[in-house]
């Protein structure tokens, strides 16, 4: 052993020798509280392990204490004042010095940017500026492994993009459990580069507080389950509405004098989360762009024959893998640029959307991610005003949001929760198999492999939302219900295409001819339809 070592094999059993003196530290040393160095002493005569050893606990940082260690281990072992007080220095030293080196070990690796080399950056300016980047997109996303969900894995994949805008959107994928929200999450974050996200699984209220500054700003926050970030739930609305979060606590200074200090944390972020429980985080998820897993038996089947066949090793997945690269420097390569959507005041919601004030905000700001997206394909402009440079929204870009985000302002519309609404087609589906608008709960429970809770949830909704009566039965015997509204669903699709379609129409006459323009009033009156209107009875015109 040579002089002046600390062993640290082992934290729990620290070993140091220095000169004729042994010391053994049982427990090793706390790594919080850096204002003392409390410590257990075993200390022996170098070469002599069977020989006398004296013990002690003590802080180092007590300079009586160690005055008294001092003298008692000299004593005892019989050795020199100086040799034993020289010991005990070095041995503060190492210590310290050991310290210090787990603290930094401790914290957390910040991934730096990674250097593309040449080819690299060619291929992914070449990928940003292809016409149809979109669908590239897309077909990508799929060929990385994630199997079916490609609309899912491009809205998440665009969200997760708008971190780097000052105004980034946010996510929230809702099925139930077993059914894939974070297959998905971690399949289309695997997109993004190391360094833009932050995986969490669990965290408290005050978590949020103790990062850097600086820390969060940009990031991806990729939550595996909210359940598990409940406490948490405040400062991450304060973060997706404000965009920063602060909060003063007390602290003792150096004499322990008492001080407010004031913490601060920066985003902008962009903030993911999968949950079964949706209306429980109803107020995270109107901040957010809502995600609802495919539950159809196909999607069952897909999923199993990638299984199948990823085990009977016929996938190649150094090809996911290479994809997976490629997505990444594609993010690399994009730079903060402003957006502006000049068209903006003509977009117009459906009069069903509930809480349409954020709705329309979250569509302006996917259009804009859109924009942001293809800015190697936007001419670059110059507000003579203020020098700002920005790239404007096309109507292509319009056009790209309300076809993606069909289904997730649909969602927005109706007044069912998504799992409900998925319950209820099915059912309507099996009713007309079954040339009947009646059913028993039990019959629909045996069917569907549901669980008595689930179902009478469902149900439950159903009726005070009207769309089932419950006709006969009681609670003993099992109720009869009816269905009540067949095509609400197509009437609600219908009326929403076509106002979507009256937008577009209306946006290109504006683009043909700009006079229109002029005349604002008179557009928006002209887009204000009524969607129950638009269609006959459970056909739509178009």
Partial sequence: ??????????????????????????????????????????????????????????????????????????????????????????????????????????????????????????????????????????????????????????????????????????????????????????????LIPQEDKLEITALSGNAFYYFGQQELKHKLLLIEDLDGAENALYPIRELQSKRRISKTVTLKDGKGALKTVTLNVEGPVCVSGCTTREQLYEDNANRCILLYMDTSPEQDKRIMDYQRKLSAGLIDQSIERDVREQLKNVQRMLKPITVRNPLATYLQLPESVFKPRRTMLLLLLFTETITFYHQYQRELKTDETTGEQYIESTIEDIEAAFTVLEDTLLKKSDELTGACRNFFEQLKGWLKEQGTECFYSKGVRSTFRITPSSLQRYLSELERMGQVLAISGNRYKGFVYKVAAWDELELLMAGTRQLVENILSQIRAVARNPAVAQQPDGLHNSLKINPKKSVTRGKSKS
């Fill in 1 to 190: 052993m040579n002089k002046n070592t600390l062993i640290t094999a082992n934290p729990d059993l620290l070993l140091y020798t220095e000169g004729k003196l042994n010391t053994a530290i049982p427990g090793g040393i706390k790594l919080t509280g850096l204002d003392r160095l409390k410590v257990t002493l075993k200390l022996t005569i170098a070469g002599q392990p069977n020989g006398p050893a004296f013990r002690h606990n003590l802080d180092l940082y007590n300079s009586i204490q160690t005055d008294q260690l001092v003298e008692k281990v000299s004593e005892a072992l019989e050795l020199n004042v100086y040799d034993v007080r020289a010991a005990i220095n070095d041995l503060n030293t190492a210590l310290e010095a050991y310290r210090s080196e787990r603290l930094e070990a401790m914290k957390p690796r910040q991934s730096g940017q990674k250097e593309l080399t040449e080819t690299d950056r060619k291929t992914a300016l070449s990928w940003l500026k292809s016409p149809d980047l979109l669908d590239r997109t897309k077909q990508a996303i799929a060929a990385s492994g994630l199997i079916g969900e490609e609309t899912n894995g491009l809205i998440a994949y665009l969200v997760y993009t708008s971190r780097k805008r000052e105004t980034p959107l946010h996510l929230v994928i809702l099925s139930a459990s077993g059914m894939g929200k974070t297959w998905l999450q971690e399949k289309v974050s695997e």
